[in-house]
């Protein structure tokens, strides 16, 4: 009926660009099995980071998209 409680996390990320533009994205898990049989859950989540300049040393434009 019950069990010892373990999580585990998993993560990757890329990035890379030049110098007027860079990116970054990651994704990951979380799995976790709780005290009670049955009671195990699984979450996942990831994020894109976008940086460019429009204009050089002048306009910036940074974007985030993340989800759980």
Do not use: E, M
């Amino acid at each position: 009926l019950f069990c010892n409680a373990l999580s585990q996390n998993y993560s990757v990320g890329i990035s890379g660009g030049s110098d007027r533009f860079t990116y970054r994205t990651s994704l990951g898990a979380v799995l976790t099995r709780g005290t009670a049989k049955g009671n195990d859950k699984t979450s996942y989540n990831g994020s894109i980071n976008i940086s460019t300049w429009l204009h050089p040393t002048k306009v910036k434009l940074d974007g985030r998209l993340s989800g759980n």
